[in-house]
């Protein structure tokens, strides 16, 4: 994946960050014309390979408003977004528009503040074992969000790493960039490197849980534990299942991913037995057949969280600085549209309305506002 050239060279658009974000608005980018670099510390780290890929504004609970807008409006694309994806690279992202049930086993929890779409509604216990058998009797009955669904992360994962490089996109990996430099006006005038000094007419910083290391973000990691589970006959998951602080992704193959811890814990690597236990004990209670399946799999990431939950997004601190961080929970769920406005933004400088909400200026005072 990577080349092995080094800086001082002048680029047109480095992007900082070679995870989700960065490579889908790399590959907007180099589709629309454009001949952006990506520098990537380490493709591996990325909250994608952590995430299970759930596209769930309406079980995440998202509040009305931009992001429930911002959120709902990336779902949408998801279907062309993965179609163009595939032609390109000729492999399957794993997407697949299952619907996501959440189950409930408090009659308080039926009642549903957040917003929701026309076609989802409430199925009883009898309803709701057409759509899906095996839930505990404490289960009252499930919210259904047919629209909803999820993508194989880790098969997206190899999607954009290859469309990356059919596209002829420079994706340059195992190096961190350290600091930026920049004129007395403000201006980014390079980036200094653990392997040299890259400069660019337009930067795009797309770091993730790892923002505050260049900038005074107030981005933060949320480690998320996660396992796997193995069927020992037929699966007998068709739909996503969101719990209380639990949700359970079946994969196409049988494969069952169960997430997720929710820590601030900082950087703290690891799965521990208090997290997967706790998993564990959540998706045996609602679904308890779980208890017979084979553990595979345990891994742990870490979310980019931000103090109001919602992305940074748009025009940095600097005028050829552009920021694409602190996608939180929803960082599968907003790559096509975070790669689509940015573009408008980068290449033609519209879309900026609908990210006026992402402002990283949200959380600065009037007099802070330089890289
Ligand atoms: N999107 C689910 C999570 O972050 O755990």
Redo the contacts with the bound molecule.
């Keep these: 994946m990577s080349r092995m050239i080094l800086g001082d060279e002048q680029r047109d658009i480095l992007i900082i960050g070679g995870g989700t974000m960065g490579l889908a608005i790399a590959i907007e980018l180099a589709l629309r014309g454009a001949r952006p670099t990506v520098l990537s510390r380490q493709f591996r780290e990325a909250a994608l390979h952590a ?2 890929g ?1 596209l ?1 504004p309406q079980a ?1 609970g998202l509040p009305a408003g931009a992001m429930w807008n911002l959120c709902t409006a990336s779902r949408n694309l998801y279907p062309s977004w993965i179609e163009k994806l595939e032609q390109l690279t000729g492999l399957d992202a794993g997407y697949w528009p299952c619907g996501i049930l959440a189950p409930v086993t408090d009659e308080r929890q039926r009642d549903r503040t957040h917003p929701m779409e026309a076609d989802s509604r409430w199925l009883d216990t009898s309803e709701l074992a057409n759509y899906q058998p095996g839930f505990a009797e404490s289960v009252l009955g499930a919210w259904w969000f047919p629209q909803e669904g999820q993508v194989n992360t880790r098969n997206l994962a190899k999607v954009l790493v290859s469309a990356a490089r059919l596209l002829g996109i420079e994706v340059i990996e195992g190096i961190t960039v350290q600091r930026f430099q920049q004129t007395p006006q403000g201006e980014i005038t390079a980036l200094e490197s653990d392997r040299g000094r890259w400069s660019a007419g337009i930067y795009i910083l797309a770091t993730g849980a790892w923002s505050q290391s260049l900038l005074p973000l107030p981005v933060t990691p949320r480690k ?1 534990q996660m396992l796997a589970l193995k069927p020992p006959g037929q699966p007998l998951l068709n739909h996503v299942i969101f719990g209380d602080q639990l ?1 359970l992704v079946p994969r196409r193959s049988g494969k069952v991913v169960v ?2 811890t ?1 820590e601030d814990v900082g950087f703290q690597e690891g799965t521990t037995v208090a997290g997967l236990q706790a998993l564990l004990n959540r998706a045996t209670a609602v679904m308890p057949e779980l208890a017979n399946y084979e553990v595979i799999d345990t891994w742990w990431g870490y ?1 980019p969280a931000t103090p109001d939950d919602l992305p940074i997004l748009g025009q940095g601190p600097a005028a050829n600085l552009y920021l694409a961080t602190g996608h ?3 960082g ?1 769920l907003l790559a096509p549209i975070t790669a689509k406005l940015m573009a408008n933004l980068i290449l033609h400088q519209t879309g900026d309305r609908h990210l006026k909400a992402f402002s990283w200026q949200r959380f600065q005072a009037p007099s802070e506002t330089r890289a």
């Design positions: 995430a299970a759930m769930a995440e998320g949700y997430g997720a929710s979310r939180y929970r929803n599968i």
